[in-house]
């Protein structure tokens, strides 16, 4: 079955007549639809139209509280619609459903009704001023926010973005990545169905360097945010420096340590661990996919890391039972198993998996390596594939050095029943999020964005609503006044 995608979310503007590309099933390669392509025309209609909704129409203008009940009202249809949007993230992405449905379309839903709530609770202050004057603090709509969103987790990134923008009053322009443009497009229109009015949220399906390159130079965008790699962080960076100064979120790439401390219970470090490295097939920017462990429990630990992988079920992400799909596409299937040749040519022992999976479609099979080298480039290169790495420390202040010897900052896990242990890791560890005896929770109030070359600004949380505001100070004299 051949789709054709021709979606305007929540705009009238219209995409450039008849390109289109395809977007394939990562189970089999096949082609499930054709999608518009935008390029740079397109990307100045919806910036357009965004501009128009924000500068006279009534987004903006709304009450905080009416904006609150349009996010909620979307919340409710996403639910309305879950078996849908899951569907559709699994077929698109190739991500299990039981991930796609059980955890990833409720924290999409969770996280509007976070921001829905935050929208009535933005808010100035009033500041005490040295002399006869009343100085007000505003807290503003940036105005027209470009977002570009990854292939990874397009509905989860959807929400991140979107929620925060639109709950502080901004228009929104949002590339989808063109490997999973669907689930986007869909909810999207939902989010109209919600009552958002024309033009305030216009999603663009296309290429980076066409619609990617257009919406970050475009002098008409008032702000940007981004996920994925860290080298297109750069490229983003630099086109929004070269054209207008906007400013930019950016949350990137990372090679995050997994500590295991010689007093863990092996059998919980294990699972964890594995869990940290394979969630989503291993294409998480945050995988603790340097899995650090003391000697002392060391041997043990690869043994049944080796096991564990072993027993990991690779499969079609629709059926029951599956706990890995197949990586996004081809380009990353090669990527990842050049990855793994390189582990091997460099001396690191192959101890599970290290080949693709089956005939057919993008699967890999789930990959350990011991005895690896902190110069190895399976153990300083973010591989964003189901390989797991596993080096050998021998104290706190050493794993501390090796742990943070990574232009990569993003996360990481400890695991210790040592209080003192999990303290001093947690505050020596330069990274954005420090994980204690967990891994990969992604609460909707909790900030998420990294140290160093991970990016820049926080998302989730209140922090988020940052991104989206602009700071006014507005000073009147106050003439016979009772009190200052």
């Not at 160093?452 to 926080?458: L, Q, T």
Request: glycine share 10%; charged share 20%; aromatic share 8%.
């Amino acid at each position: 079955m051949l789709i054709a995608f021709r979606v305007t979310a929540t705009c009238t503007f219209q995409f450039s007549p008849g390109r289109t590309f395809p977007t394939v099933d990562p189970r089999t390669g096949e082609v499930i639809a054709l999608v518009a392509e935008g390029d740079s025309e397109d990307i100045d209609r919806a910036v357009a139209a965004a501009r128009r909704a924000f500068d006279e129409g009534p987004w903006p203008r709304m009450t905080a509280y009416e904006r609150c009940r349009v996010l909620l009202r979307f919340a409710d249809l996403i639910e309305q619609h879950a078996d849908e949007v899951a569907a559709l993230e699994t077929w698109d992405n190739g991500k299990t459903l039981t991930q796609s449905a059980g955890a990833e379309v409720p924290m999409l839903a969770r996280c509007m009704r976070y921001y829905a709530g935050w929208a009535d609770k933005i808010h100035g202050l009033v500041v005490p001023a040295d002399g006869a004057h009343h100085a007000q603090v505003l807290h503003e709509p940036v105005g027209v926010a470009g977002q570009i969103i990854p292939w990874n987790f397009p509905l989860l990134m959807f929400a991140w973005k979107v929620g925060p923008a639109l709950a502080c009053g901004n228009t929104v322009v949002l590339k989808t990545a063109e490997q999973t443009p669907l689930s986007a497009l869909y909810v999207a229109s939902l989010l109209h169905e919600a009552g958002l009015p024309d033009g305030v949220l216009n999603v663009v399906s296309g290429f980076g360097p066409t619609a990617g390159a257009a919406l970050c130079s475009h002098m008409g965008v008032d702000k940007l945010a981004f996920t994925g790699s860290t080298g297109t962080g750069q490229i983003v960076l630099e086109l929004a420096a070269r054209s207008n100064l906007k400013p930019v979120t950016l949350e990137l790439g990372g090679k995050s340590p997994f500590i295991v401390m010689d007093d863990a219970d092996v059998d919980q470090a294990v699972e964890l661990a594995h869990h940290a490295v394979f969630f989503n097939q291993g294409q998480c920017c945050c995988a603790g996919s340097r899995t650090f462990v003391h000697e002392r429990v060391y041997d043990e630990f690869v043994e049944k890391s080796k096991a564990r992988a072993m027993k990991r079920v690779v499969g079609d992400p629709f059926r029951n039972g599956v706990e890995q799909g197949p990586q996004i596409d081809e380009e990353q299937f090669k990527k990842i198993l050049r990855y793994v040749q390189s582990g091997v040519d460099s001396g690191a022992t192959l101890l599970a998996g290290g080949d693709r999976a089956g005939n057919r479609g993008f699967y890999i099979q789930p990959t350990v390596f011991a005895d690896a080298k902190d110069d190895m480039k399976i153990a300083r290169e973010e591989i964003f594939g189901p390989v797991q790495t596993i080096l050998k420390f021998s104290g706190v202040e050493e794993v501390i050095r090796r742990a943070n010897a990574s232009h990569y900052g993003l996360a990481a896990g400890v695991f210790t029943r040592s209080l003192g242990a999990a303290n001093t890791l947690s505050r020596a560890l330069r990274v954005g999020t420090v994980w204690v005896n967990c891994y990969d929770v992604f609460d909707a109030g909790i900030p998420f964005g990294g140290y160093k070359m991970s990016g820049v600004g926080r998302e989730k949380g209140v922090y988020a609503l940052r991104n989206y505001l602009q700071t006014k100070a507005v000073v009147t004299p106050i003439r016979g006044a009772a009190w200052l």
